[in-house]
């Protein structure tokens, strides 16, 4: 696992954005794991200028959404769809929809779901770079602690602190969805290369007990140790050096 503090959010977001675009240019037929979340919001608005000044076709480009809420419907406006039109899709004309993959979170049999998800994955996969931000508890996907490391794509009930989290992109809490199809931690880790990106004072936390080397399901997050093609980029208030305190 490659760690790397670039200072500021604006640097950590160009950096992936910047990995996605290298991704793109040198395979057009890219497989590309996506992630939704405040984290990925700047490095998609980078990423948009970038695809749009170098004039790429993003028509055979296959994507990929680690998860998507159950319980509000796909174009609810905080439908992890409605986030990544809104984010990324809509900006550029030569997406292909058939391409763009997420979980159906209203599909009318889940399991099934879930089940047709992995398996276009390992159909069309393996990803090629899988972006992730990571939770306040330590979650990749909606993958949180105690999740078992060989788990693949199913149906999941959130955690007291990621509907918390979540909320704030809500009216109320009560409103925040409580289970998600995600990809599972399994799914992830078949990915040819990850870059984990965290930046923020609400994340050190996490990042502390990441950079502490143990790997154990009660962070999810950990897993990626045994992945062998992982990047972890960081902010100057995600790193926190072991003498600072949170
Ligand atoms: P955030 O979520 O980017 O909204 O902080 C990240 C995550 O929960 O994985």
């Known amino acids: 696992m490659q760690i790397m503090n670039l200072g500021s959010k604006e640097e950590a977001c160009h950096y992936v954005a910047n990995e996605l675009l290298k991704q793109i240019i040198s395979n057009k037929k890219s497989v590309l794991g996506l992630a939704t979340g405040g984290t990925m919001v700047r490095v998609y608005e980078q990423l948009v200028n970038l695809i749009r000044i170098n004039e790429i076709d993003l028509s055979e480009i296959t994507t990929f959404n ?12 905080e439908s992890y769809y409605t986030y990544m039109h809104d984010v990324l899709f809509n900006h550029l004309p030569s997406w292909n929809e058939s391409r763009i993959h997420l979980p159906n979170g209203s599909a009318e049999d ?4 879930t089940k047709r998800y992995e398996a276009l ?7 090629d770079v899988q972006i992730l931000g990571i939770g306040e508890n330590g979650h990749i996907g909606f993958n949180e602690p105690g999740t078992p490391f060989d788990s693949v794509t199913s149906i999941v009930n ?19 969805p409580e289970q998600a199809i995600s990809m599972g931690i399994q799914s992830i880790m078949k990915a040819k290369r990850i870059i984990l990106l965290a930046y923020g004072p609400k994340k050190a936390e996490a990042i502390k007990r990441l950079l502490t080397g143990d790997i154990t399901t009660d962070l999810p997050a950990s897993v990626l140790y045994n992945h062998p093609n992982v990047e972890v980029i960081l902010d100057n208030n995600a790193y926190l050096s072991e003498e600072e305190d949170i």
């Open 121 to 127: 994955l390992d159909q069309e996969g393996p990803i």
């Open 110 to 113: 889940l399991e099934a779901e």
């Open 158 to 176: 959130l955690t007291e602190s990621t509907i918390e989290a979540n909320s704030r992109y809500f009216e109320t809490i009560e409103e925040v």
């Open 66 to 77: 680690l998860d998507e809420y159950i319980g509000i419907d796909y174009d609810h406006p």
